[in-house]
């Protein structure tokens, strides 16, 4: 979360206290609550594919080479972590680069 979005909901915080000063003290908790779980969710989700896109470079780089290195960019471009998954799953049977490509991009073949 950026400073612009921290200092917007510290903003928000406050209205609400203004609207509601005796709700207002219960209602942001709670609402506080759920952003941090939402950010918690969304930093563990962009860890996992971190990990997972570093673990597809070495992969690709021990396999292929420069040209399975060339399919990073296309790969970072992807956050659904199933896709990734099923990129590290056909690593071990791939003959090629485009059969790891046709993987993440859906084709079959």
């Given at each position: 979360?950026?400073?612009?979005e921290r200092i917007k909901r510290h903003d928000e915080f406050f209205k609400v206290e203004?609207?509601?000063?005796?709700?207002?003290?219960?209602?942001?908790?709670?609402?506080?609550?759920?952003?941090?779980?939402?950010?918690?969710?969304?930093?563990?989700?962009?860890?996992?594919?971190?990990?997972?896109?570093?673990?597809?470079?070495?992969?690709?780089?021990?396999?292929?080479?420069?040209a399975g290195l060339s399919l990073l960019p296309e790969l970072r471009e992807i956050k659904?972590?199933?896709?990734?998954?099923?990129?590290?799953?056909?690593?071990?049977?791939?003959?090629?680069?485009?059969?790891?490509?046709?993987?993440?991009?859906?084709?079959?073949?």
């Open positions: 979360m950026g400073t612009a203004e609207v509601f000063p005796e709700e207002g003290e219960k209602i942001m908790p709670t609402v506080y609550e759920k952003w941090v779980q939402k950010g918690l969710k969304e930093g563990r989700q962009e860890g996992r594919q971190q990990g997972l896109l570093e673990g597809l470079e070495l992969a690709l780089d021990i396999k292929f080479g420069t659904d972590l199933s896709r990734l998954d099923a990129v590290k799953h056909v690593l071990k049977t791939a003959r090629s680069p485009d059969e790891v490509r046709r993987v993440y991009q859906g084709v079959s073949g």
